[in-house]
C-alpha cells in the first residue's frame, strides 16, 4: 500500500514538470510577443501628413533659426553691454592695492596777512599733492569676495534673461507658427475633398440620384471650410511676421524633430539643482550678501595706510614766483575705530546673513515646484498625444470607408446609405481630431524645452558654447 502511494507520488511529479515548463514557455512567448509590439509601436510610422512633416529630421534647422535669431537682436546686445558694466565695476573693488593720488593748488592775492602790511598785494602759492600707494584692511577680503560673487550673480542673471528670451520669444513662437502652418495645410487638404465632394453632387443631382438640399448642404459646409482655412492663415502670417522680425535672413522651418524620452524626474530634479541659471544667480547672491554682513566684524579691526605727501607752502612773497619749495614725506597710517553703533551692527549681520541663506532655500523650493510642473506637463502632454493620435487614425480610416461608400454609390444590404452629411461630418471630425493633436505636440515641444531652460542646458543647445 505504501509502495503504490509512493509510486503515485513519483508520477505525479513527473506529470506536474512538464506542464510547469509548457506554463514558462508560455509566459516567456507572451513577454516575446509583447516585446515585439512594443517595438513596433515605437517603430510605427505616422501617416498623416501633417503630423509626419513636423517629425521628421531633428532639430538642426530649429537650432540655427533660433541661433541666428538671437544673435542678432538688440536684446543679447543689451546684455553683453550690461555685463561688461557690471565686470568693470567689480573688477575695481576686487583690486587688492588701489592706488589715488589727490592734489590741491590754491594761488591767491594776499590782502591782509596780519603781519606786515607792506606784503599786501603780493601772490602767495600753496599746493600739495598726496599719493596714497597702498591701503589694507580686514573688509578688503569682504569686498573681495562680494565683488567677485556680484559678477558671478550677474553673469547668471544674464544667462537667465538670454535663456528666457530664446524660449519665450524665438522657439515657443515658432513652434506655434510651425503648428498654425500644418493647421493650414490640413485646412487646404480638407476644403480640396470638400469641393471634390460638392462637385460630386453635383454630377448626381444632375444625373437625379440628389436633390438640392444635398447641394445646399455641401455648399454651405465648403463656405464654412474655407472660412476657417482664412481665419488660420490669418494667424500663420501674424506669427510669421513676428519670427521674420528677429531675423530677415535666416530661413523659417516648419519641422522641429522628434522628442527624445524624458529623463526620469529625480534626475531631472538633480539636473535643475546643479544647472539653473536662477538657482547658480542665487547662490552667487547669497555668498555676496554674506560677505558684505561680514564687514561689520571686519570693521573693528584698524586699517592700514601707506602714503607719499607733498607739500609748497608760501612764506615769502613775490610778485613772480613762490619763495617756497616743495617738501615731501612718507607716512604709515593705522586706523582704529570702535563704538556703540558696533553692536547694533554686528546683530543686523546676523540677521542679514540668517536672511541670506533662508532666500536661497526658498528659491530652491520655488525651482523644484515650477520643475515639477513643467515636468508633469511635458509628460501628460505626450500621453495626450499618444491617445489623439490613435483617434486620429481611426476617424481617418473611418472617413476613407466613408468616401468609398459615397463616391461608389455603395449600397450594402439592410444598413442606411451614406449620405454627404455623414462624409462632411466625418470630415471635420478628421479636423478636429488632427487639431487636437497638433495642439498636444505643440504643448509638448514646449514644455521640453522649457525643461531644458530650467535645468539651464538651453543656450548650450543653441548655441554650443558659454554664450556670456
Known amino acids: ?10 508520477f505525479s511529479i513527473c506529470a506536474f514538470v512538464p506542464e510547469v515548463r509548457s506554463k514558462q514557455q508560455n509566459v516567456q512567448n507572451d513577454d516575446h510577443i509583447k516585446l515585439k509590439n512594443n517595438k513596433n509601436v515605437e517603430n510605427k510610422s505616422i501617416k498623416n501628413p501633417e503630423l509626419n512633416s513636423i517629425l521628421t529630421g531633428d532639430f538642426s534647422q530649429l537650432k540655427s533659426f533660433v541661433k541666428a535669431a538671437a544673435s542678432s537682436s538688440q536684446f543679447k546686445k543689451l ?3 550690461k555685463f561688461n558694466n557690471a565686470l ?4 575695481i573693488k576686487m583690486m587688492v592695492v588701489n592706488p589715488k593720488i589727490t592734489s590741491d593748488i590754491r594761488i591767491g592775492k594776499v590782502v591782509f596777512d596780519g603781519e606786515k602790511q607792506s606784503n599786501t598785494g603780493k601772490t602767495s602759492y600753496n599746493s600739495y599733492v598726496d599719493a596714497n600707494l597702498a591701503e589694507f584692511n580686514l573688509n578688503k577680503i569682504s569686498e573681495m569676495t562680494e565683488a567677485s560673487s556680484r559678477i558671478k550673480e550677474q553673469k547668471h542673471e544674464l544667462k537667465e534673461s538670454l535663456s528666457k528670451f530664446c524660449l519665450e520669444e524665438i522657439l515657443e513662437v515658432l513652434i506655434d507658427y510651425i503648428i498654425s502652418n500644418k493647421k493650414v495645410k490640413l485646412r487646404e487638404r480638407i476644403t480640396k475633398s470638400k469641393l471634390h465632394s460638392l462637385n460630386q453632387v453635383k454630377a448626381r443631382i444632375e444625373a437625379g440620384s440628389m436633390n438640392n438640399s444635398d447641394l445646399y448642404s455641401a455648399e454651405a ?5 474655407k472660412m476657417e482655412l482664412y481665419v488660420e492663415q490669418q494667424k500663420e502670417n501674424i506669427l510669421r511676421e513676428k519670427l521674420e522680425s528677429l531675423s530677415l535672413d535666416a530661413h523659417v522651418p516648419t519641422s522641429i524633430g522628434k522628442i527624445k524620452p524624458t529623463k526620469s524626474w529625480e534626475q531631472t530634479k538633480l539636473e535643475i539643482l546643479s544647472g539653473s541659471h536662477l538657482l547658480q544667480k542665487a547662490k552667487s547672491s547669497k555668498t555676496a550678501d554674506i560677505a558684505r554682513t561680514f564687514a561689520t566684524i571686519t570693521n573693528l579691526a584698524p586699517s592700514v595706510t601707506l602714503g607719499l605727501y607733498f607739500r609748497r607752502e608760501s612764506t615769502a612773497y613775490t610778485r613772480a614766483t613762490a619763495g617756497a619749495k616743495w617738501s615731501g614725506e612718507t607716512y604709515l597710517g593705522i586706523r582704529h575705530s570702535i563704538g556703540l553703533n558696533s553692536i547694533t551692527q554686528l546683530a543686523e549681520g546676523t540677521y542679514a546673513r540668517n536672511a541670506a541663506r533662508f ?3 526658498e528659491e530652491v523650493r520655488k525651482a523644484i515646484l515650477a520643475g515639477k510642473e513643467t515636468f508633469l506637463s511635458c509628460e501628460g502632454a505626450k500621453k495626450e498625444f499618444t491617445f489623439r493620435l490613435a483617434t486620429l487614425e481611426n476617424n481617418e480610416r473611418a472617413l476613407e470607408s466613408k468616401k468609398t461608400l459615397f463616391f461608389n454609390s455603395v449600397d450594402l444590404p439592410s444598413q442606411r446609405k451614406v449620405s454627404i452629411d455623414d462624409l462632411q461630418l466625418q470630415e471635420n471630425n478628421v479636423v478636429n481630431a488632427c487639431c487636437s493633436t497638433l495642439d498636444a505636440l ?5 514644455s521640453h524645452f522649457k525643461l531644458k531652460h530650467m535645468r539651464g542646458t538651453l543656450l548650450k543647445f543653441i548655441f554650443g558654447k558659454d554664450e556670456i
Not at 459646409?221 to 471650410?225: E, G, M, R, V, Y
Open 1 to 10: 500500500m505504501h509502495i503504490n502511494k509512493f509510486f503515485l507520488y513519483i
Open 79 to 81: 546684455l553683453q553691454e
Open 88 to 91: 568693470i565695476s567689480n573688477v
Open 221 to 225: 459646409d465648403l463656405a464654412s471650410s
Open 359 to 361: 532666500k536661497l532655500l
Open 442 to 446: 505643440g504643448r509638448a515641444f514646449k
